[in-house]
C-alpha cells in the first residue's frame, strides 16, 4: 500500500511540475503580448505627434499653398488622417495587477475603487483637460471609464469587416478615459465662509469594509484622507425584474427534492466510477478488497525475500540462529539457592573491602581475591544459561567461528 501512496504523491509532483512550466510560459507569452501592444501605442502617438508639428509647420510656412490632408489616404500604422485605432480609442491592453493599482491608486486601488456611476469628475489629461463629466460605466478589466456627454469624442478608423457598405471608414465614437486621468468633483462647503462648492478631490481612501457571506458582497465607504470628510455614493436607480412566462418560480427553487440519510449512500457505487476515475493514478480511497489484495501482494513478496536470503546463510549463521531459538526456547535463566548465597558472600566481601582503611599493601590482596570470586560466579551464571549440554561455550556469536 505504501508503494501506491507513493505513486500518487509522485504523481501529484509531476502534475504540478507541469503546470507551473505551463503557468510560466503562459505568463512570458502574454507578458512579451503585452509589451507589443504597449510599445505599438506609443509609436502609434509619438507618430501622430511628429506629424501633426510637421503638419502645423507646413500650414504657416505654405498658407493657401498647404496640402490637403483630409484625403483618404493611410499612414504606416493603417490609420486616416485625423483618426486613430479602435484598439487605442478603447485602450485595449491587458493590463496586470500593478498596473491596474496604480491607476487607480488616488480612488483606493483596484480592489476597493472608490469612484462608481453617476459621478461627477473632471479630466486632468489629454485633449478634454477641465471637460466635467458624470461617468456612465466604469471598466474594471482596462481601469478606465465611460463618460456621458460630448466628451472623449474621437476619430477612429473602423476595420472593414466591421464597417457597413456606404459608409465612412472613419466614425466618430465615445473613448474611455483611464481612471488615473479624471478626479472626483462634490460639492463640499468652505469652513471659513461657509459657502458650498464644487471642489476637485484627488484623493480617496476606501473605510469600513465589510464582506456579506452570504452574498458574496462588499460594501465599504469612501473618505477624504485628511479632511476625514465622508464622500456619499452616487444614488442608483432599482433595477425592475419582469417576470416572464419561461421563468422558474421561487417556491420551485425553494423546494428541497434531495434528503441525505445514514441509510443509503447519496449515490449508487455504480455512478462513483462514473464520477471518480476508477483507475486513476491520482486515487487514494480504494475499497477494502482492493487494499486486502495489495497487502498480501506486498506480503508474499517479502517472504519470497526472506526465503531467498535464507538459502545464502552461511554455515556458522546457521549455527548461531540454532543457538538462539534453543535459548528462547529455554526460557530466561534461574538462579539456584546455592548461587544466591554466593552472591551474597561475595557482595558482603566487597562492602568489607571497601568500609575498611587498611594499608595498601594489605588491601590488594584482598581487591585480587574479590575480583577472582566475581569472575567465578560470571562463570556459574553464563554455565547456567547455556546448559548441561554445551560445556565451556561462550553465549556469543562468535565463539562457534573459533571453533569451526
Not at 13 to 38: D, G, H, P, T, W
Not at 130 to 135: E, F, H, L, P, Q
Not at 149 to 173: H, L, R
Not at 287 to 314: F, H, N, Q, S, W
Amino acid at each position: 500500500m505504501d508503494k501506491i501512496l507513493r505513486r500518487v504523491s509522485m504523481a501529484e509532483r509531476q502534475v504540478a511540475r507541469r503546470n507551473k512550466y505551463r503557468q510560466q510560459r503562459i505568463f512570458s507569452i502574454e507578458k512579451n503580448k503585452r509589451l507589443q501592444e504597449m510599445v505599438s501605442m506609443r509609436r502609434q502617438a509619438g507618430y501622430e505627434l511628429g506629424a501633426a508639428v510637421k503638419a502645423r509647420h507646413e500650414d504657416l510656412e505654405l498658407g493657401d499653398l498647404a496640402p490637403r490632408r483630409d484625403v483618404s489616404k493611410l499612414d504606416s500604422f493603417g490609420n486616416y488622417w485625423g483618426s486613430i485605432s479602435t484598439e487605442r480609442a478603447m485602450l485595449q491592453v491587458n493590463l496586470t495587477d500593478e498596473q491596474k493599482k496604480a491607476r487607480g491608486a488616488w480612488c483606493g486601488g483596484s480592489q476597493y475603487l472608490c469612484i462608481a456611476p453617476g459621478d461627477r469628475v473632471v479630466i486632468t489629461e489629454g485633449p478634454y483637460k477641465g471637460k466635467i463629466s458624470t461617468i456612465e460605466s466604469v471598466k474594471r478589466d482596462t481601469m478606465a471609464v465611460e463618460l456621458g456627454g460630448n466628451v472623449s469624442i474621437v476619430n477612429a478608423k473602423i476595420p472593414d469587416f466591421m464597417n457597413e457598405e456606404g459608409k465612412p471608414p472613419v466614425q466618430q465614437i465615445k473613448s474611455v478615459v483611464p481612471i488615473s486621468a479624471i478626479r472626483l468633483v462634490h460639492p463640499l462647503a468652505d469652513p471659513e465662509t461657509g459657502a458650498t462648492r464644487d471642489v476637485i478631490i484627488r484623493e480617496l481612501k476606501p473605510v469600513g469594509i465589510m464582506h456579506d457571506r452570504p452574498t458574496r458582497r462588499v460594501t465599504y465607504g469612501r473618505v477624504v484622507p485628511g479632511l476625514n470628510v465622508r464622500i456619499p455614493w452616487p444614488r442608483r436607480e432599482r433595477k425592475v425584474h419582469e417576470d416572464n412566462a419561461d421563468d422558474t418560480l421561487r417556491l420551485e427553487v425553494e423546494e428541497r427534492t434531495f434528503v441525505p440519510t445514514l441509510l443509503r449512500p447519496p449515490v449508487p457505487e455504480s455512478v462513483v466510477d462514473e464520477l471518480r476515475n476508477r483507475y486513476s493514478k491520482f486515487r487514494t480511497r480504494h475499497t477494502p478488497e482492493y487494499v486486502a489484495r495489495i497487502e498480501a501482494e506486498e506480503a508474499a513478496k517479502r517472504a519470497r525475500k526472506k526465503g531467498a536470503v535464507d538459502e545464502m546463510l552461511l554455515p556458522v549463521q546457521e549455527y548461531n540462529r540454532e543457538m538462539r531459538a534453543l535459548r528462547r526456547e529455554r526460557g530466561k535463566p534461574q538462579l539456584s539457592e546455592e548461587m544466591l548465597d554466593k552472591i551474597g558472600e561475595v557482595v558482603a566481601k566487597s562492602r568489607v573491602f571497601r568500609n575498611s582503611k587498611g594499608a595498601e599493601a594489605g588491601a590488594a590482596p584482598a581487591a585480587a581475591a574479590a575480583e577472582a570470586e566475581v569472575e567465578t560466579l560470571h562463570e556459574a551464571v553464563e554455565q547456567l544459561s547455556l546448559g548441561e549440554d554445551a560445556p565451556g561455550t561462550a553465549a556469543g556469536e562468535n565463539q562457534p567461528k573459533t571453533s569451526a
